[in-house]
């Protein structure tokens, strides 16, 4: 397996536009989460961050700052991270891994008032739990229900 050299997180631009269309997923994945096609055009409040390695989109999430956030979160300076993916012609590289490990540094430098990173983990999706949690992600208790189950809502104090 070839591990990664270097992942950065940058803010999307349409320079990663037509990377980003050419995602596709295994389908025991996509039930899990979004292509960033469906992000293509956001509401206020949303970011949409690529995952970068050697200036090729590998990966793809949102962060919100919207009022969707007290779903998950009572922290008024929380962010929530959803529609974590990597192109499956990328996976099994390491990318997912390192964006989780630089994602704090990114978003201290971007969202500096942010202090907390709340997600929702399917309880069926035992690989993105065991990523989270190697990362430092605490499950909080909390509970939400899905399209498609359960989810362990989990956090990243910063």
């Known amino acids: 397996m070839k591990t ?12 990663y536009l037509e990377d980003l269309k050419s995602f596709q997923l295994p389908e025991e994945q996509a039930k899990f989460t ?7 055009n956001v509401t206020e409040g949303q970011y949409r961050i690529v995952i970068v390695n050697q200036n090729e989109s590998v990966g793809f999430f949102l962060l919100h700052s919207t009022e969707r956030v007290k779903e998950y979160s009572d922290n008024p300076n929380a962010m929530l991270l959803t529609s974590l993916s990597v192109n499956q012609k ?7 891994k390192q964006a989780m ?14 202090n907390e990173i709340v ?22 208790g909390r509970r939400k229900i899905g399209p498609i189950g359960e ?3 989990m956090s990243f104090l910063l």
């Open 90 to 96: 990328k996976q099994g590289k390491g990318y997912a």
């Open 4 to 15: 990664v050299d270097y992942v950065k997180l940058e803010h999307f631009s349409d320079k």
């Open 119 to 140: 997600l929702a983990v399917n309880h069926k999706n035992i690989t993105a739990q065991r990523l989270y949690s190697k990362i430092g992600y605490k499950d909080t």
């Open 151 to 153: 989810q362990f809502i």
């Open 101 to 114: 490990f630089v994602l704090s540094d990114f978003v201290k430098s971007e969202f500096p008032n942010c």
């Open 34 to 40: 979004a292509l960033p096609s469906k992000y293509f």
